[in-house]
């Protein structure tokens, strides 16, 4: 592990600019001393003798004379985010007084923490477990109500109970399969195998349930990125613009106005969507709008869901039945645009995109506008309540270590079954055990860890 732990740290918790207060946060053995040099209490005593989870009253003085007035508080060990002994220094804000503070503090043999350092020991010393400590890092940058909603209960330990809950059905098979294969005469795992079979269709059914839910948790961790495509001119600029509720993108009568794509966050119900507008796509000899248009393409790859737009006005084109034809139905709604023009509710058309889920609406007058985005958000939802009650896995690391767990928990379960004998059974669980440690910080490598950490921002 990159960092050394046996020392203290300190940083500037909160974030630059001015405001109204400011907090220097210390963790390790030697922080209370070190605030106490600087510290001069109203009261009587000082942060050496203070109660813990107690604010002091008094002022930061240095060499005769005074840097700021501030609360102090000490958190003893292990009561504290850190397990070790943490103090805070909460003066005013704005950049001098913290940064001056903090200066004199690392002067007295103090170091200036690393990004996420805190919440790493946090980890190190079986505070938070891997899921939570990114749960901690996911509400730091929570783009939304939804995406703060599912890190809170990831950080309260939704995810890593259910983690649990497998292991310990796990580690209870590994435990009688190690004995059967000590003891063979007592045949345990023979004797147990209705209880066996039990654990492991329960561990895996568990398993299956958790990864279904891993697209949607990182749709709600992160936003869910969502492309409008379609030909040129059907509209696609004028419907960004309309989700907005503001003129982001410009929009004219002329084809081919976009040239680059246009990303923006809205906020649907609590759902982030990361809007990307694109250029429209057509046969070009222009060099920059063909760049634009490779653009187009890479962003309807990359999103969670295309809104393909087309003209319910006009007839389908060559142009919009490529698109078409290159669609996945799965994550692509066929987006009718300009029903304020159309002669019927329906375009003619209609029954050969029936392979699509479509909408109709007016970019122009906001008409149906509504529909679109309660298609969207119960196409990202679908059941809402329990999804949001429920463990989930929002992101990539976890959802291969799930995998991998599930992969090792379904060929246990077939060499039960083919009485394969208890050696092959015990590489399996502990294949199994591994991958699921990896989820919650057990066994996962280290330099993976430094990877994770490192995203972290100062002060956390
Ligand atoms: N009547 C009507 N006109 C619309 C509607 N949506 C867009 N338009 C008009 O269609 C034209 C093209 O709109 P844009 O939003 O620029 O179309 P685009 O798909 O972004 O076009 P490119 O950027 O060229 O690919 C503009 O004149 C818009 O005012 C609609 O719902 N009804
Ligand atoms: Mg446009």
């Keep these: 592990m990159k960092w050394k732990t046996d020392d203290t740290i300190a940083a500037i918790a909160t974030p630059p600019g001015v405001g109204g207060v400011a907090i220097v946060r210390l963790s390790g053995a030697a922080a209370p001393a070190a605030v106490d040099g600087l510290f001069r209490p109203s009261g009587k005593a000082g942060l050496a003798d203070a109660p813990s989870h107690r604010m002091l ?69 079986g505070r938070l477990d891997l899921t939570q400590a990114e749960a901690v890092a996911d509400i730091v940058r929570a783009p939304s109500r939804l995406g703060l909603h599912v890190s809170a209960n990831q950080l309260r330990g939704r995810l890593h109970g259910a983690i649990e809950e497998i292991r310990d059905d796990l580690r209870h098979l590994a435990a009688l399969v190690a004995a059967s294969i000590d003891f063979p005469d007592e045949e345990a795992v023979t004797v147990q195998r209705e209880d066996c079979l039990a654990r492991l269709s329960r561990s895996r059914e568990r398993l299956e349930e958790l990864l279904e839910t891993a697209d949607r948790g990182r749709i709600l961790r992160e936003g869910l990125a969502v492309a409008i495509a379609g030909k040129p001119n059907v509209g696609k600029s004028s419907l960004l613009n309309a989700l907005l509720r503001e003129n982001r993108a410009i929009v004219t009568e002329i084809p081919g106005t976009t040239r680059d794509t246009v990303e923006e966050v809205a906020e649907l119900g609590g759902l982030a969507l990361r809007l990307i507008d694109t250029a429209g796509i057509r046969e070009s000899r222009d060099r920059v709008e ?109 959802k291969h270590a799930a995998a991998r767990a599930l992969e090792s928990v379904e060929a246990a379960h077939k060499a039960l079954l083919e009485n394969v004998g208890e050696e092959l059974l015990a590489v399996d669980l502990s294949r199994a055990l591994d991958a699921l440690g990896d989820i919650v910080g057990e066994t996962t490598a280290e330099d993976l860890l430094d990877r994770i950490f490192e995203e972290f921002c100062i002060g956390k």
């Design 57 to 125: 009253h008094g002022w930061i003085e240095h060499e005769g004379r005074t840097v700021d007035e501030v609360l102090a508080v000490r958190m003893k060990a292990p009561h504290s985010y850190t397990r070790e002994e943490v103090v805070e220094v909460h003066c005013h804000g704005g950049a001098l007084a913290a940064h001056t503070i903090l200066d004199l503090i690392c002067g007295s043999g103090v170091r200036l923490a690393e990004a996420g350092e805190f919440t790493f020991r946090a980890f190190l010393n």
């Design 290 to 398: 063909r760049e634009g248009i490779a653009r187009s393409r890479r962003a309807m790859e990359l999103a969670d869901l295309t809104l393909l737009v087309v003209d319910g006005s006009q007839a389908l084109e060559a142009e919009d039945r490529r698109l078409l034809e290159a669609a996945d139905p799965a994550r692509t709604l066929v987006t009718v645009n300009k029903r304020d023009l159309m002669a019927a509710p329906l375009p003619p058309w209609i029954g050969e995109v029936d392979r699509f889920e479509a909408v109709t609406l007016s970019a122009l007058t906001g008409a149906g506008l509504d529909g679109l985005e309660e298609w969207v958000r119960h196409w990202a939802l679908r059941d809402e309540r329990p999804v949001l009650e429920d463990a989930l896995i929002t992101n990539l690391r976890q």
